[in-house]
């Protein structure tokens, strides 16, 4: 039975930068914030775009977004857990992983977060949100514990940008399991590049020597 590896895992991802740019690009413009419009519960899956995006609009007035460790730990305090990266890999893997040892998930896991890390420290340093304006509608709810949050981005010079974030409870908190850009699902997009890659794995390492 085949074992997805950290080795494979690696592969995957050095063979993916179109899909990392993709991904980054897409969550920087999320980020993207000029004002806030009504005020949101905090039980409103909106509630954490809508503070999120309040933090990073401070963050990037300020000179802190220049030093490398003050960005990452920036990310990896007020973004990165907002995710939840257990639910995006299990989308991502599918039925792979059943064949996949505890291990094996954890260190996918493990690195999907660090490659969201790194890509959104990438762009966020140079991120400007001043010129940047954001629309918010409504969270729509499919039962009680998933919600849709969408947003229109506007920005001068580029096409507008409908984003559409995929939310699921956890307890008393909502976290976000994927996020579309014009209809683009990233786990969808990360998924094709999993199964891709990992079927070309396989075949290199079945060959007869």
Same mark, same amino acid.
């Given at each position: 039975?085949?074992?997805?590896?950290?080795?494979?895992?690696?592969?995957?991802?050095?063979?993916?930068?179109?899909?990392?740019?993709?991904?980054?690009?897409?969550?920087?413009?999320?980020?993207?914030?000029?004002?806030?419009? *009504?005020?949101?519960?905090? $039980?409103?899956? &909106?509630? @954490?775009?809508? /503070?999120?995006?309040?933090?990073? %609009?401070?963050?990037?007035?300020?000179?802190?977004?220049?030093?490398?460790?003050?960005?990452?730990?920036?990310?990896?305090?007020?973004?990165?857990?907002?995710?939840?990266?257990?639910?995006?890999?299990?989308?991502?893997?599918?039925?792979?992983?059943?064949?996949?040892?505890?291990?094996?998930?954890?260190?996918?896991?493990?690195?999907?977060?660090?490659?969201?890390?790194?890509?959104?420290?990438?762009?966020?340093?140079?991120?400007?949100?001043?010129?940047?304006?954001?629309?918010?509608?409504? *969270?729509?709810?499919?039962? $009680?514990?998933? &919600?849709? @949050?969408?947003? /229109?981005?506007?920005?001068?010079? %580029?096409?507008?940008?409908?984003?559409?974030?995929?939310?699921?409870?956890?307890?008393?908190?909502?976290?976000?399991?994927?996020?579309?850009?014009?209809?683009?699902?990233?786990?969808?997009?990360?998924?094709?590049?999993?199964?891709?890659?990992?079927?070309?794995?396989?075949?290199?390492?079945?060959?007869?020597?």
């Amino acid at each position: 039975m085949y074992l997805i590896t950290t080795q494979a895992a690696r592969l995957f991802f050095r063979q993916t930068r179109l899909l990392l740019i993709f991904t980054s690009l897409l969550l920087t413009s999320s980020l993207s914030y000029a004002y806030a419009q *009504a005020a949101v519960k905090s $039980t409103d899956p &909106a509630y @954490v775009i809508h /503070t999120t995006l309040a933090k990073i %609009t401070a963050f990037s007035s300020n000179s802190d977004k220049a030093n490398a460790t003050n960005l990452r730990g920036f990310i990896e305090n007020e973004i990165i857990p907002h995710f939840d990266f257990n639910n995006m890999s299990h989308w991502i893997t599918g039925r792979y992983s059943k064949n996949m040892t505890e291990q094996d998930k954890s260190d996918f896991q493990r690195s999907l977060r660090e490659t969201f890390l790194s890509s959104l420290a990438k762009h966020l340093g140079s991120f400007d949100a001043k010129n940047t304006r954001i629309r918010f509608y409504p *969270a729509r709810y499919r039962g $009680t514990a998933e &919600a849709f @949050v969408s947003t /229109t981005i506007y920005q001068p010079g %580029t096409p507008t940008v409908r984003l559409d974030f995929r939310m699921k409870r956890k307890g008393n908190d909502w976290k976000i399991i994927d996020v579309k850009a014009n209809g683009s699902s990233a786990v969808l997009y990360y998924r094709r590049h999993f199964i891709s890659q990992l079927r070309s794995y396989q075949r290199q390492n079945t060959r007869p020597r």
